[in-house]
């Protein structure tokens, strides 16, 4: 049996405006019975937090964010708007930093998988593009052979042996990341090699983006350590940048009770190597940092309201609009921070129940919480789960139900971010055929 997750002062202590139940009601009334609320100041608390902590301490910083970890177009723009260039790994979401107003010239294209429209119009306009297989290089070729009277910029995922005490570092407990040009086998030399054949391009960075188990301050001081090395051996008089990827930690619940590194934890250990490394170096190279969870995460929360409250053996059971999709795309076991707001302030002194929060799919692993103990909510209360902000949105499938509104919140300013989804949406016309 799990622990039980005990309701504490923290979880009842409410800071969103919009947290009370009038308010929801309100809410629910133009939006339907469950919706996102997105916090715009906090999401500029974050992208401050972390420039502050790399910056003040190594000038030539670049925070990327991460567009596959959340792609509402309000929040893209809201950090577009606060200095970050686009860290983006499609097409589809590199046109979305176009469709906000990004400079392409700012928009980092990262990803195993480009078509050659993909990187052609990459190059002609001017992006960081950064080649992960060696597909990618004949595109390259054929397209500055076409274009000789122009010069490009590449830069190189590299991939290395990121292992710590022998043991893999990578989650799922890979042995081999499967991105990137190997530098072990001699996969890196001979692009290097290829591209200086080409005149007319030159590599420009290395980039080394490595989703470990950890996410540890000594996988990132190793990370950088080897891209600095590597940069110094093979590019040195051509190198602009080192991209360390994502996957740092943000700031996380005290109810997640786990002991973090904090933004400055990473910053001090990355920068104290690439101030190292760039001493003497006339004009030190950018570093890009390209956060997505630590970023996201904390600035999204999730309403459901409870449809039903039923009994199975000895077992209570709470129904509420919404699915796991929602708030644990990656269906990990773990109950997120969690709060209920009820219509009868009464019922919260009630006696502690053990109870679980399912959701409206017809999956049985359809829990969005479960072996909470506390005053079992009522039908008609609203449930909010917290830190929601990370892939929630993006990996959420069209399954049985349409998409939930999005609201964004900026201080005493209310607005839509994304409307309820209809039927008419759902099943577009212009895709499907009736």
Do not use: W
């Amino acid at each position: 049996m799990k622990p039980v997750v005990r309701e504490n002062a923290e979880q009842q202590e409410n800071t969103n405006p919009l947290v009370n139940y009038q308010k929801l009601r309100q809410l629910e009334e133009k939006h339907g019975t469950s919706f996102y609320i997105m916090d715009a100041s906090k999401l500029r608390r974050n992208y401050r937090k972390i420039e502050r902590a790399f910056k003040s301490r190594y000038e030539n910083f670049i925070i990327g964010y991460s567009y596959k970890t959340n792609y509402l177009p309000v929040l893209c723009k809201e950090l577009s708007k606060a200095g970050a260039y686009a860290e983006v790994v499609s097409r589809l979401e590199y046109d979305l930093a176009v469709k906000i107003g990004e400079d392409p010239k700012r928009i980092i294209f990262n990803g195993p998988f480009k078509t050659q429209d993909d990187i052609e119009h990459a190059l002609y306009h001017g992006s960081l593009l950064n080649i992960d297989s060696l597909y990618e290089i004949d595109v390259i070729k054929q397209y500055c052979l076409k274009n000789k009277k122009k010069q490009y910029k590449v830069g190189l995922r590299l991939n290395f042996d990121v292992s710590e005490d022998g043991r893999s570092a990578l989650q799922e407990g890979y042995e081999k990341s499967r991105f990137g040009l190997c530098v072990q086998n001699g996969v890196l030399e001979r692009t290097l090699d290829e591209l200086a054949a080409i005149p007319n391009i030159e590599v420009a960075g290395l980039h080394g983006h490595f989703s470990t188990k950890s996410r540890s301050v000594h996988a990132y001081r190793q990370i950088t350590q080897k891209l600095c090395r590597i940069a110094k051996e093979h590019i040195t008089h051509t190198l602009e940048y080192i991209d360390i990827g994502g996957g740092i930690y943000g700031e996380l619940p005290a109810t997640f009770h786990r002991e973090t590194p904090s933004f400055d934890d990473y910053a001090e250990a990355v920068c104290a190597i690439m101030n190292r490394e760039f001493e003497f170096f006339e004009k030190k190279p950018n570093l890009i940092l390209e956060p997505g969870i630590s970023m996201v995460a904390n600035t999204f929360v999730f309403f459901a309201k409870v449809m039903d409250v039923k009994k199975v053996a000895d077992k209570k059971i709470v129904l509420v609009d919404g699915s796991i999709h929602h708030v644990k795309p990656t269906m990990h076991k773990n109950n997120l921070p969690m709060n209920i707001i009820r219509k009868s302030e009464q019922h919260e002194e009630g006696d502690e129940t053990l109870f679980d929060v399912v959701g409206y799919t017809c999956m049985e692993k359809d829990y969005l919480a479960d072996e909470l103990k506390r005053p079992l909510p009522e039908t008609g209360d609203y449930i909010m789960f917290e830190n929601v902000g990370a892939y929630s949105i993006v990996f959420h499938p069209p399954f049985i139900k349409e998409r939930p509104a999005i609201v964004a919140v900026d201080h005493e300013t209310i607005f839509t971010a994304r409307r309820k989804e209809t039927f008419k949406e759902f099943f577009n016309e212009d895709l499907y055929v009736f």
